[in-house]
């Protein structure tokens, strides 16, 4: 399993939009690893309110130099909790994700697909964590857009 792309190297190259369909965007880019495509959204709610979250994003990625087809993951603007989990809710359907530093990523591969294949029959994601400093957050995603996105980046990653 690869930790591809983190929040430094999703601005290290310049990623070219594809495609916005509706909530979510389709971008392609090539770095040093080949090219790599993905599905991207920002959270519509950030809570708590009171806090700089940075930039959160959610991404579903394409890598086909190193065999990652559809890979879920969130980078957050923060480090998470060393050794703490994510919680992927997408309308009461729940999934791990384990974190290190800025990310999180399924914690069990095999679900990988049954998360993305969730998030396209979904209407919305919740993203439940705890940052550095003991602080719970989470994250809303609209899942409006999402198969078109994927579908749009994957096609480009051919």
Same mark, same amino acid.
Request: aromatic content about 10%; proline content about 3%.
């Given at each position: 399993?690869?930790?591809? +792309? ?9 990623? #070219? ?12 880019? &090539?770095?040093?690893?080949?090219? +790599? ?7 519509? %709610? ?15 990625? !394409?890598?086909?130099? /190193? %065999? ?6 969130? =980078? ?8 703490? #989990?994510?919680?992927? *809710?997408? *309308?009461?359907?729940?999934? &791990?994700?384990? #974190?290190?530093? *800025? ?7 095999? /679900? /990988? %697909? ?11 994601? !919740? =993203? ?6 003991? &602080? %719970? ?8 857009? +999402? #198969?078109?996105? =994927?579908? *749009? ?6």
């Amino acid at each position: 399993m690869a930790l591809g +792309i983190s929040g430094a190297a999703a601005y290290a190259q310049s990623p #070219t939009l594809l495609k916005q369909n509706r909530d979510w965007g389709a971008y392609s880019f &090539t770095g040093q690893n080949g090219k +790599i495509c993905y599905a991207l959204s920002k959270p519509q %709610q950030l809570l708590p309110t009171d806090r700089n979250h940075g930039d959160v994003f959610f991404f579903v990625s !394409t890598r086909p130099n /190193e %065999q990652v087809r559809d890979e879920p993951s969130v =980078i957050v603007g923060y480090n998470f909790k060393d050794g703490s #989990t994510v919680t992927a *809710d997408v *309308d009461g359907n729940k999934f &791990t994700m384990f #974190t290190k530093g *800025d990310g999180a990523w399924v914690q069990n591969a095999a /679900e /990988e %697909q049954r998360l993305v294949a969730a998030m396209k029959a979904g209407r919305q994601m !919740t =993203i439940s964590g705890v940052s550095a400093r003991g &602080t %719970q957050t989470t994250y809303k995603f609209s899942l409006s857009g +999402i #198969t078109a996105s =994927i579908r *749009d980046a994957s096609g480009a990653c051919q």
